[in-house]
């Protein structure tokens, strides 16, 4: 690749552009280039700046600047990252590059770069960065803000400072830098510590219980450790938020009754969008037969009573959107621990009458709706009208309620089962409630048209 | 109400106990408490963590414990507590109570609080603090770390110290308190300021927005100034981080064709939760009255194929599943701005060929079904169940490609209409698919059985 396609000069119009603006406006700058257009730019800026850029996460191109630029400038920028973010990379570069950019590093970025890469995806310990500061408890105020002074260029965060036990290197405490600089230079550094017990989260941990830590205890960072109690790292509150956003989108996509896609919109091949919706497309189709099943179950009725097919869908839509608000409403209080798994009874105890007074209200408006179309002669749904507008408003409060029951259960199983209460949650509710709600529809309609029509 | 019921003793083993703890724990241990005892606790608690315990966002029973406690006790609360928390616990105070309590207060802090109350909630003016640390342009390193020091206790953060014109008072500039403690102490404060910009807020800005400046920004703090750059206060990440939760719940909530409930599930009254969800429920309830009426307009179709029937909830969920995919792809899309309004006819563009081909699959699908069950026996589908299978095989591809094209565009069409993109889509597409799907499904049976069966 020829990266001295763009001219020197404009390089310099560039680099003085970029010089005055934030490290996030020009990622959103590159990232409105091609990947070769990008990594020409950042192979000619310099080295401090091209850290800087490549220690985004927002960078989208981070992968192809390293493996396209030459190997001992990708080491350079790969030594000058936080050992996080240049695991990140690493980690989305494919085995044969990766070996050798690995080699090349110097052994305490290979160390900390190799340690970081041994957590799975989606923890605290793959989250977490090695790049903070740490001190002995038998140091003074001023001993450690001297040490700050000189590592601060190289530590990711320098707000939060953990104090270790000078033998067995265990995290005792932390200190704020806000509380450390008001205190007596001479002093241990111990008397401007926290009074609360220090909070830390195992390397196991899935972000998001991590975030959740976070942001209850309004954290600049949360310690990382080990099972003995030795720090590892911290995950600091700009990881957690990237992560939040993440999780809200997985959220949101698989609510919608798909598998969890990472890439922007555009930029997903047209194979991978099929692959991650027909999955659960063709499974809630699958399941959605059922309801073919149960009509030709009733087959003989919807014969003798064509005009009970009219309102199938009416009926039916009502039991899935009850159900969908009730699934949405658990999923959030799950995620926020609201309710806990053991309060499932109470749940259903709140969504029985929910659901009967929410079905009563639909009923009314279907009994109304089918007496005024009679009346005023828009359709003629026969002698037995009557019957069938009461058999319609029976069966809505039937459905409405086994939809706000169920939709309110399912997350709860979900959980049990140990996935995820969002997992296309509310479109299987839908399809669940479908079938059972033909079924209420035709048993509801047998016991008030029985001897009349049917 | 009786604040002494509580004996001295077990208050001073719970003072200590608390004294060891996270804040935010006992907030925990509060909130698990009724109003009543939280106030007496909080009553009984030295003055310095009773505001501790009211600072925290998470506190249910605030405004209850400001209202129970005597009034000198009250007004010390808000005075000792961060300005926009006081604001937004007054805010909820009711009008008598919260007149008498803000006449009571000290000029300072009634300024403060009557100037955050001005802003709308939801609003980066709202959601800020005034207590920010601001230096004039011409002091020194030192100058700027001495008051830092001096003023600590009172600010809600001190990790971001923004510099102001001496005279016209704008911000010029800003600066970390990394940076400063590492710089020589008589230099100006600008040696040490970043290079780019300042980046601001206007106190307007949705606080969505605000989380998305923070976030891309990796901010602490971000400034919040008015129309001519003078700055009003700031937004710290941890109040973003709130603000994302909630956020997120609502977009949950309205996905789920529901209107957003702030309250805990357990707590919501049950007025409150019927009134929240009839209201979608009975708007769905009247759109999806069209399946009736589209299907009346069939009923002769209906009366002649009544085989028809069996397959309608089949092939209308179909749609709805797929709507409510590309509805919640492109809400997301949307909200993390990798599409933009403009873009609509990109995202047409591509969910044309996908919901074509998902179609398609499905169409496969259920020509297989239809056949099974035919040849094995199970269901007589009649003469013609041919050509019934391949109405069923086509129509999926219809409705499929229209419930992909019209659930992607939706968001689009309520962002443009001012709305959130989030507001209902899901069951709102579903039952527009539904309807649609009626006709679709009508139509192509019509289409190849017309002259057979119809």
């Not at 009679?374 to 309620?401: C, E, P, R």
Request: net charge negative.
């Amino acid at each position: 690749m020829n990266i001295g396609k763009i001219e020197t000069t404009e390089h310099a119009a560039l680099t003085s552009r970029l010089g005055r603006e934030h490290v996030a406006d020009i990622v959103e700058f590159l990232n409105g280039k091609t990947a070769q257009e990008a990594t020409e730019i950042v192979a000619h800026m310099p080295l401090q700046w091209s850290v800087e850029v490549l220690d985004q996460p927002h960078f989208r191109d981070a992968c192809e600047v390293i493996e396209a630029l030459p190997q001992d400038k990708a080491v350079a920028l790969l030594e000058g990252m936080s050992a996080d973010r240049a695991s990140d990379v690493l980690r989305w570069i494919d085995a044969p590059a990766r070996g050798h950019l690995r080699d090349a590093l110097n052994a305490d970025t290979r160390t900390a770069i190799d340690h970081l890469l041994t957590y799975p995806e989606g923890t605290a310990g793959a989250l977490m960065t090695t790049e903070f500061v740490s001190v002995p408890a038998n140091w003074t105020v001023k001993q450690t803000l001297d040490h700050i002074r000189e590592v601060e260029h190289s530590r990711e965060t320098v707000y939060a400072i953990f104090v270790l036990d000078p033998t067995t290197k265990r995290l005792v405490n932390t200190v704020s830098l806000r509380r450390l600089i008001s205190g007596v230079p001479d002093a241990p550094i111990l008397s401007v510590a926290h009074a609360y017990a220090p909070i830390s989260v195992p390397a196991t941990m899935p972000q998001e219980e991590v975030a959740r830590a976070i942001s209850k205890y309004d954290f600049l960072a949360v310690p990382v450790v080990d099972s003995t109690g030795h720090m590892l790292g911290i995950v600091t509150v700009d990881d957690v938020i990237d992560a939040m956003i993440e999780e809200q989108t997985e959220d949101v996509q698989r609510m919608g009754g798909m598998e969890a896609i990472d890439e922007p919109y555009l930029a997903i091949p047209f194979a991978e969008m099929i692959k991650k919706r027909a999955g659960w497309l063709c499974i809630l189709f699958v399941s959605e037969m059922f309801t073919a099943s149960a009509m030709q179950f009733f087959s003989d009725e919807l014969e003798k009573a064509i005009v009970l097919a009219l309102f199938i869908p009416l009926v039916m839509s009502s039991g899935g959107n009850s159900g969908s608000q009730a699934t949405s409403l658990i999923i959030r209080a799950l995620a926020l621990q609201q309710v806990r798994l053991r309060d499932w009874w109470r749940v259903a105890l709140r969504e029985l009458p929910t659901g009967i007074v929410l079905g009563g209200i639909l009923g009314i408006i279907g009994v109304i709706r089918i007496t005024v179309w009679q009346q005023a002669g828009f359709f003629d749904y026969g002698d037995y009208w009557k019957l069938l507008a009461v058999t319609i408003g029976a069966s809505l409060i039937g459905i409405v309620t086994f939809g706000s029951l169920a939709g309110s259960l399912l997350p709860f199983l979900l959980k049990r089962l140990g996935f995820d209460p969002a997992t296309a949650s509310a479109p299987f509710i839908a399809t669940l409630v479908d079938v059972t709600g033909i079924v209420i529809y035709f048993s509801v309609a047998w016991l008030f048209l029985h001897g009349t029509i049917l």
